[in-house]
């Protein structure tokens, strides 16, 4: 076993083996899609009698369904021995193995977070009418334990989707056109290769500049792509010539991004916290200031020392942003900052505006 680990590099040999000789307790995250077992019976050919490039390479075949699942047993095994306390492992499958993957986690005491349907936008069709197209396929997000603090960039997910909460369901298209790397022939190189947007919002949403991504079947490199991208550590593992030999040069040349502050995205657990009565203090409210709801049903207006007082048929409410808020709605809970609103000559503006702006100026102070 080796007692350090060298990133942004393949190390060429079965995954099983390779990630034995890895540190316990290195890796930040850990993508991976293992082989699906697909145990296809003959050729599938299209109504036009062509046949369809699917999976049938060796690395697919096992005996029998309990030979997968020994198999399954044994690399994720190695791969909870090599992830971080707060490490998190993706594994990505198709409806033939990725139940058989999502309970022997379970069986290892991992701790599912999300499963994730990647909604395929271009899916192959069902050539013979006989099933459903399969359109999606499923990734199983977990930690190794239900109390373990791992990463997860809701803001930056939040960014990329304009504003909304970030969703389970992915609709992405299949690795196709220039992305798809080809063989001399003209073939495709690798049957499974994954589109990089996907690779790319896995990598993004749960981990940070800097951290180790390990994939344990690393094919033509995607994950080191767009790690080495977004300014990750990688590690691959891989044991075919012609991938690894395609991954280099495809990762070679990759241009990373060199100003570390485009790659974060803050989150606002971590901004400095203002009280509103700093807004006013500042002079950005004066006391008297008639603040409402966005759809203007509920008002209150600003006190001198920070807190709200809003009338109503059954007396004055007055308390705290997010105390008034709360009470006007009788609801148990409110964030005043985006309830409470204000008419402005720019427009009609959430009450966070002013707490960013404060924000700002400690930053331009520091």
């Known amino acids: 076993m080796m007692n350090t680990l060298?990133?942004?590099?393949?190390?060429?040999?079965?995954?099983?083996?390779?990630?034995?000789?890895?540190?316990?307790?290195?890796?930040?995250?850990?993508?991976?899609?293992?082989?699906?077992?697909?145990?296809?019976?003959?050729?599938?050919?299209?109504?036009?009698?062509?046949?369809?490039?699917?999976?049938?390479?060796?690395?697919?075949?096992?005996?029998?369904?309990?030979?997968?699942?020994?198999?399954?047993?044994?690399?994720?095994?190695e791969a909870r021995r090599v992830l971080k306390d707060n490490g998190s492992l993706w594994v990505i499958g198709s409806y033939h193995n990725i139940y058989r993957v999502g309970a022997e986690l379970q069986d290892l005491g991992f701790w599912m977070l999300n499963d994730v349907v990647w909604r395929k936008s271009n899916p192959m069709p069902n050539f013979k009418g006989t099933r459903f197209t399969n359109a999606h396929e499923t990734l199983i997000w977990c930690s190794k334990g239900q109390d373990a603090k791992y990463t997860f960039n809701y803001e930056a997910m939040k960014s990329l989707n304009e504003g909304l909460q970030m969703r389970s369901d992915w609709t992405l298209p299949l690795c196709n056109g220039g992305e798809r790397l080809k063989s001399q022939e003209g073939k495709k190189l690798h049957p499974t290769q994954k589109p990089e947007s996907l690779l790319y919002r896995v990598i993004l949403s749960s981990t940070n500049p800097g951290d180790v991504i390990l994939d344990p079947f690393f094919g033509t490199g995607t994950t080191g792509a767009v790690a080495k991208l977004l300014g990750r550590r990688w590690v691959g593992v891989e044991r075919d010539d012609d991938y690894i030999a395609a991954a280099r040069e495809r990762i070679a040349a990759v241009q990373p991004v060199d100003d570390l502050s485009m790659l974060i995205t803050p989150s606002k657990k971590t901004e400095p916290r203002i009280p509103f009565g700093t807004v006013i203090e500042r002079g950005l409210l004066a006391p008297g200031t008639v603040l409402t709801d966005v759809r203007k049903r509920f008002s209150a207006r600003v006190r001198a020392d920070g807190t709200l007082v809003s009338t109503s048929a059954n007396g004055d409410v007055k308390g705290s942003i997010h105390q008034v808020g709360a009470a006007v709605q009788g609801a148990p809970a409110c964030n005043g900052w985006t309830f409470w609103h204000l008419d402005r000559p720019d427009g009609f503006v959430p009450i966070d505006v002013l707490r960013q702006q404060v924000r700002s100026e400690m930053q331009t102070l520091q």
């Open 6 to 77: 060298r990133t942004n590099r393949i190390y060429q040999g079965d995954c099983i083996d390779v990630m034995r000789s890895l540190p316990a307790g290195s890796i930040d995250m850990i993508f991976a899609d293992p082989p699906y077992n697909l145990m296809l019976g003959g050729q599938l050919l299209r109504p036009d009698n062509s046949r369809v490039d699917g999976v049938d390479d060796d690395w697919d075949h096992f005996e029998t369904q309990k030979a997968y699942a020994d198999f399954t047993r044994a690399w994720l095994t």
